[in-house]
């Protein structure tokens, strides 16, 4: 993700991953990839990430929704240092940093 590039110094970002495809599981098991790793390398199946204020989100989510596009809130963004924290539900609730 390159999400750090938007956060500077002083934010955070906060995202809730999806489970990822079956496709990255193959990956992880057969390609011995670090979890983190394979996150800032491939997002995991997320393909695009927006960032907006949240009183303009709707703004962006149903455009994408009309023409065909799966979309959602994936995160927030919070004061801090500039770094970007995974929460994967999908692993018990395990949260990684990258």
Known sequence: MKMERVLG???DAVADA??????????LSYGD???DESY???NMGVGLI????PDRVEQLLSPAGRIGFRSWVLGRITEGTGSVRIRLGWRCGESIEI
């Open 9 to 11: 110094n002083s934010l």
């Open 18 to 27: 999806p489970k990822p495809g079956r496709i990255f599981e193959i990956i």
């Open 40 to 42: 800032r390398v491939f």
């Open 50 to 53: 927006l960032t907006s204020p």
């Open 33 to 35: 990839i670090d979890l």
